[in-house]
């Protein structure tokens, strides 16, 4: 992932979390996080499992999102921080590239990285374009 990309994703998800967490806005088992727009804010997830989604629009994209993704079996940097998987997807073309850091299990680890980061990227789209009423994709 390019540096500055993920620059662009860190920071924009450290505002997110500093600046949002006081206005939410429920619906069932999914909550939007602050003033969500397009192009960025973030989505907190109950069922099937818990997600949090902290996004932000690529410039000159309706369709292509840098996502930070954290889930309760994250990994832990050594000074007790959670490591939040990142992930580049573009939810019209389906592509995606990402940095997976959640544990692994110990059979099957390749498999389960390739399904489980399809699953999570188009569970961020159907999200995305359902709460934001959309019709880019």
């Not at 818990?50 to 629009?57: D, H, I, L, M, P």
């Not at 019209?92 to 299990?105: D, I, T, V, W, Y």
């Not at 498999?111 to 019709?135: A, I, N, P, V």
Request: proline share 5%.
């Amino acid at each position: 992932m390019p540096r500055r990309l993920l620059k662009l994703l860190l920071s924009t998800s450290f505002l997110i979390a500093a600046f949002g967490e006081y206005s939410k806005v429920f619906a069932a088992d999914v909550q939007i996080g602050g003033k969500p727009t397009e192009e960025y804010g973030y989505i907190e997830v109950d069922t099937p499992e818990k997600y949090v989604f902290s996004y932000a629009r690529a410039p000159g994209s309706k369709t292509a999102f840098g996502v930070g993704i954290t889930t309760p079996t994250q990994k832990m940097a050594d000074n007790g921080l959670v490591v939040p998987t990142a992930l580049f997807v573009d939810c019209k073309s389906k592509r995606a590239s990402f940095n997976l850091m959640q544990e692994l299990p110990a059979e099957n680890a390749e498999k389960w990285s390739m399904e489980t980061m399809m699953y999570q990227g188009t569970f961020f789209c159907q999200l995305h374009k359902k709460f934001l009423k959309h019709s880019h994709w």
